[in-house]
């Protein structure tokens, strides 16, 4: 009888423990959620995550660096062109449109025509030519009724970095950074450094935007601590200072050796 006892108390306790740890567990659990829900909230409520769904979108028109257009209808056809079989490919995969034995990419024109409607909203009417160089040349097949792209036709290119997002109706206005490959950084920041800006104009229709200009951008939109010829920190008047006092070291140096001489 006394052992069914003792057998009894240390199910119990076993019980007791696993029960603690589960409890242990739902409460890390619960504490887990609720910072990821607050962190999200707050990314959500500082624009960081409308800034960088602004990215994803205009990233394969950035990536070309085009002129500006004051709007998508009046924009040069081989950029639409361009930016709207790179969206395919962006969203589609390169596997996709692989060609196993060219190793080309062979995008059809209805993907292409899909996502430039989605980039550039409806209405826009691409013409079918071939373009490009000897190098990056984009073939127009007629007989597919496809365009053959070459593989790395888009890379080494800018990549966009959304500074301020301000709203005016159903217009969303983008003071966008041109970030470069292989980007340079600050010198205390640490953060990428944008060759220019452009402002990009989107239009929203729904729960959709759509870009709809691209224009340059004036003295008092550029983000503080730029300007139109680069970054203005703090470590970069720092490093200037530290340049001219440097020289100015050497020429009084070299006075001196002169009037010993």
């Not at 503080?224 to 203005?232: A, L, R």
């Not at 006092?245 to 001196?256: G, K, L, R, V, Y």
């Amino acid at each position: 009888m006394k052992e069914v006892q003792i057998e009894t108390k240390k199910r119990k306790n076993r019980i007791a423990v696993v029960g603690a740890l589960m409890v242990a567990l739902a409460t890390i659990g619960l504490i887990t959620l609720l910072v990821l829900l607050i962190n999200f909230g707050a990314s959500l409520f500082s624009g960081e995550g409308q800034k960088r769904e602004f990215e994803n979108l205009i990233y394969p028109v950035v990536m070309l660096d085009p002129p500006a257009f004051s709007r998508a209808e009046a924009a040069d056809n081989t950029m639409l062109l361009k930016a709207s079989i790179w969206t395919a490919v962006i969203n589609e995969g390169k596997e996709k449109y692989t060609d196993a034995t060219t190793g080309m990419l062979i995008v059809p024109v209805t993907d292409i025509e899909k996502y430039c409607a989605q980039l550039f909203g409806p209405g826009i009417t691409l013409g079918y030519v071939s373009f490009g160089d000897v190098i990056n040349q984009y073939t127009y097949l007629e007989d597919q009724n496809a365009y053959e792209v070459p593989m790395e036709g888009a890379s080494g290119l800018y990549t966009p970095k959304v500074y301020s997002v301000t709203q005016d109706g159903a217009n969303y206005y983008l003071i966008v950074g041109y970030i470069p490959p292989g980007f340079s950084w600050g010198a205390s920041s640490g953060e990428e450094v944008p060759d220019k800006f452009m402002k990009y104009t989107l239009k929203k229709d729904g729960n959709n935007y759509y870009l709809y200009a691209v224009s340059e951008v004036t003295e008092e939109e550029i983000p503080d601590g730029y300007t139109i010829n680069g970054p203005t920190t703090s470590s970069s008047s720092q490093a200037s200072g530290s340049a001219q006092t440097n020289e100015a070291e050497q020429e009084q140096s070299s006075s001196a050796s002169s009037e010993a001489a």
